[in-house]
């Protein structure tokens, strides 16, 4: 099982679609996917302060998956606020035995570092294993909301990566 986390306050954000190209990709190769949009979950129980089924499904969800794509557009040189919430409510070692796919976007160039020195070690906080090529989208890699052929064939490589290790760590 694969999920994707699109940590945009964005129904329309461009790190939701690659977010959701990962998905396709894994769905095509067999795997079974769902798509966790932190946006839509009760905010009350995001923060603690109440309990909601929805967010519980979603953190099972994640404690089932093998590969957790995670997407999130630049906030401040970093990841969403909305990311950082959901993955504080994961447990200390929630992704141990898990594959990571960092997936962030941001206008220009200058915030690509927010994959390196933002997104990764979230991921390895809770430690998964973070593949070795992570995605960084720019603005101008999309048109009119749809990916460039490359920015697909990055999320698609990072697909693949994120098999191998998850096939690698289940023999």
Do not use: C, N, W
């Amino acid at each position: 099982m694969a999920v994707g986390i699109s940590g945009s306050p964005s129904a329309t954000s461009k790190s939701r679609v690659l977010v959701e190209h990962a998905l396709a990709q894994l769905e095509a190769r067999g795997a079974a996917v769902r798509l966790i949009d932190v946006a839509t979950l009760p905010a009350d129980a995001l923060l603690g302060r109440g309990s909601a089924s929805q967010l519980t499904d979603a953190l099972a969800r994640v404690a089932e998956a093998r590969i957790v794509v995670a997407g999130t557009p630049v906030y401040r040189a970093t990841y969403s606020g909305l990311l950082k919430v959901f993955f504080d409510l994961l447990p200390q070692d929630a992704l141990v035995g898990k594959v990571g796919v960092p997936i962030v976007t941001g206008h220009g160039v200058a915030h690509s570092l927010a994959l390196d020195h933002g997104l990764r070690p979230l991921f390895a906080s809770v430690g998964a294993t973070v593949i070795a090529h992570g995605v960084y989208a720019t603005s101008e890699q999309f048109a009119d909301g749809t990916p460039a052929a490359e920015l697909r064939a990055a999320v698609d490589r990072a697909v693949r990566e994120a098999v191998a290790l998850a096939s690698a760590g289940s023999d």
